[in-house]
Nanobody
């Protein structure tokens, strides 16, 4: 199993980023998928989850209305569109199945700072 996250970077408050997670080793269409993040000195936390058919999407309260999770099963890829970014969104972002398996990627660093 390999999960490769990308799309992170340095962005000013109020800016946007689109994260991608390309999966190999399993077929994403058979699993609910999710995004997590880990800020410095904090535990990894759940950010968003998407159901098999994309009809159900759940978010942690702090990102509701700003982040959107999506999936492209034909590409075995999961996305996280992040708008109106805040400094408190600074973290390493990871994708995984939902519930998460023991297999984690390297993550992608998102830094929100002026």
């Amino acid at each position: 199993v390999h999960l490769e996250e990308s799309g992170g970077g340095l962005v000013q408050p109020g800016g946007s980023l689109r994260l991608s997670c390309v999966v190999s080793g399993f077929t994403t269409s058979r699993y609910e998928m999710s995004w997590y993040r880990q800020a410095p000195g904090k535990e990894r936390e759940f950010v968003a989850r998407i159901s098999l058919n994309s009809y159900i999407r759940n978010y942690v309260n702090s990102v509701k209305g700003r982040f959107t999770i999506d999936r492209a099963n034909a590409e075995n890829t999961v996305y996280l569109q992040m708008n109106s970014l805040k400094p408190e969104d600074t973290a390493v972002y990871y994708c995984n199945k939902y519930p998460p398996s023991v297999d984690w990627g390297q993550g992608t660093q998102v830094t929100v700072s002026s």
